[in-house]
């Protein structure tokens, strides 16, 4: 399975088409569906282009997507879109629209409560876990883990061969983690390293612009279409 990460944080001033308003979002997702993902990951934005938690621009982010795919939609929860874990955690539970996941930091304050808080809701949890911070150990003491929806691997290593090392580091560190399916994936230099080590083991990817604003072969990404279909064309099974 191939997940579209739409935008992430970036903006206008990363020199690409990152797509920042709810129809923008939509259009980028439907053109990255109809290349090969199967998943989309997002992060809703106020009018100013700042992440958000906000019910208001969760619900306006997910009906336009829901309008243009047919495919599960996730968000974020990171702690940069609300700081403070109690808000973040008032916030969520506020939602009028709810995604089909949500990405949860587990090396974040009040990553297990908040998590809880979206199980409750019927929302499914991907279980962010970040290399280089606590959040494996974390996750593998947790009582939650086992009702996770699958497991989000993230390597922060930047460099591609030391990506690699790292991804293999983290895989081993988590372990069995319950059980539940681990999506793998990069950033940066390390987002095209890590997604083929990701096909070669058979594990879920993602890629979009969120991840790299590059081509396997260094040129810059024109779209969150490219990069998926880039990625599909690396590994057939890539669309499933």
Do not use: Y
């Not at 053109?31 to 989309?40: L, R």
């Not at 959040?135 to 593998?140: E, I, N």
Request: include cysteine; charge should be neutral.
């Amino acid at each position: 399975m191939v997940q579209v990460c739409l935008n992430g944080t970036r903006g206008a001033a990363d020199g690409a088409k990152v797509p920042l308003t709810p129809e923008a979002m939509a259009e980028s997702a439907a053109e990255a569906v109809a290349a090969g993902a199967a998943d989309v990951h997002v992060h809703p934005r106020t009018p100013c282009g700042r992440d958000s938690v906000s019910p208001r621009v969760v619900a306006a982010t997910l009906d336009a997507i829901r309008a243009r795919v047919a495919v599960p939609v996730g968000v974020t929860t990171g702690a940069w879109a609300e700081p403070d874990p109690a808000q973040r955690l008032a916030r969520v539970r506020d939602w009028t629209v709810l995604p089909d996941h949500a990405s949860v930091n587990w090396h974040e304050p009040g990553a297990e409560e908040l998590a809880a808080a979206l199980m409750e809701r019927g929302v499914g949890v991907e279980a962010g876990i970040w290399s280089g911070t606590d959040g494996a150990a974390r996750f593998a003491a947790s009582a939650l883990g086992p009702r996770v929806l699958r497991v989000l691997a993230e390597v922060t290593d930047t460099a591609g061969r030391t990506a690699v090392a790292t991804a293999r580091a983290l895989l081993a560190e988590l372990g069995p983690a319950f059980g539940r399916p681990v999506l793998l994936h990069g950033e940066d230099g390390g987002a095209w390293p890590v997604l083929r080590l990701a096909q070669r083991l058979g594990l879920a990817t993602r890629i979009g612009l969120e991840d790299t604003l590059h081509l396997p072969d260094g040129q810059r990404a024109l779209s969150n279409a490219q990069l998926v279909a880039q990625a599909v064309s690396r590994h057939p099974s890539g669309r499933g």
